[in-house]
């Protein structure tokens, strides 16, 4: 548990930070990163990163959240961005994953169609995939 002093700071010094989004693991995000440009401190450019969130570390300064892609090759990467950073430009919410862990370190062994993961509000079967209802099978 932390500090009561040290909570007071942090709620005074990010008052004026960004909001961010609600996301949370299984979540498909874009993050958008300032990166420098050569050794000029004035160049930045804004890389995007798209991938599933696999973790997600909620809090005022420790905050961060790890995002997973499958780069070129089939080989997956995960980059871990702090909330707080003033390198995150703005983090959109591609698509709402169901998953039933906060720690989705499974998907590292897992490839191909066995790493797909269900989407929030198409998960359910439906009676266009044929499944029928209890309430269609008593009758």
Do not use: C, W
Request: hydrophobic letters at 35%.
């Amino acid at each position: 548990m932390k500090n009561i002093l040290l909570n007071k700071f942090e709620k005074r010094v990010f008052k004026d930070a960004k909001k961010l989004p609600e996301f949370r693991s299984g979540d498909t995000v874009r993050v958008h990163y300032k990166i420098q440009e050569g050794s000029d401190a004035t160049k930045f450019r804004i890389q995007t990163y798209e991938g599933i969130v696999t973790r997600y570390r909620k809090g005022t300064a420790g905050s961060s959240f790890t995002v997973r892609k499958i780069s070129a090759g089939g080989v997956g990467v995960e980059r871990v961005f702090p909330s707080m950073s003033p390198l995150v430009d703005k983090i959109e919410v591609v698509a709402q994953g169901k998953v039933r862990r906060s720690r989705l370190y499974y998907l590292r062994d897992l490839s191909g169609k066995a790493a797909r993961i269900r989407s929030r509000y198409f998960g359910g079967a439906t009676e266009e995939t044929g499944a029928v209802s209890a309430d269609q099978a008593s009758k």
